[in-house]
């Protein structure tokens, strides 16, 4: 069972910083006010990822799932900047987990059709739980996540992502090669982007 206090510190760090994001810079000037990767535009994401474990170097099975609010920022060229603060509900062996993370990385287009844009992301980060995770493992851990997906335009305002993701989990053996078991889970990932 989940530490009651950890896990309610988790939930309140996660909603203040959604509202934190959600007010956090006025609108920019945009070239093209309804592209998602326009220079200079910030959108918020409020994004959600559930992933079940692929393959496996440790002797349990997890699953995992999250919320994710982040915030992107248009670089120019196709490509955005993107920052997330993940909160994951780990299924795992014994004691569940849930672990907060902090992510940041690149979205990039590949390929762009009137209200639609395929895209490739990759962003890395570090993510601390209240129990170790995976069993065997630490609290602290490092993040990868790879994703490739569809944007959709709802409205000049407003996008919808959906799309796969892949995610990693380990300590790059912090604590020593045998308390270093990962997690590597793969499933869909679907967000609202909305321009501020």
Not at 140 to 146: K, Q, T, V, W
């Amino acid at each position: 069972m989940l530490n009651s206090t950890i896990r309610t510190r988790l939930t309140i760090a996660h909603c203040v910083t959604v509202l934190l994001l959600w007010t956090a810079a006025p609108a920019l000037a945009q070239s093209d006010p309804g592209d998602l990767f326009t220079k200079g535009e910030w959108h918020l994401e409020l994004g959600a990822h559930g992933a079940v474990e692929t393959w496996n170097y440790n002797i349990s099975h997890e699953n995992m799932f999250a919320g994710a609010p982040g915030v992107t920022y248009g670089l120019g060229k196709g490509t955005v900047f993107v920052v997330n603060t993940p909160l994951y509900y780990v299924d795992q062996r014994g004691i569940d987990a849930m672990f907060l993370g902090v992510t940041w990385g690149v979205r990039g287009r590949v390929y762009r059709r009137s209200r639609f844009s395929v895209y490739l992301e990759f962003e890395v980060g570090i993510s601390k739980a209240d129990v170790f995770t995976p069993p065997g493992g630490t609290r602290f851990n490092y993040l990868a996540l790879g994703a490739a997906g569809l944007t959709t335009r709802l409205s000049s305002e407003t996008h919808l992502l959906t799309g796969i993701k892949w995610v990693h989990v380990s300590n790059n053996s912090l604590a020593g090669r045998s308390r270093n078991p990962d997690i590597e889970a793969v499933g869909p990932h679907v967000a609202i982007l909305r321009r501020f």
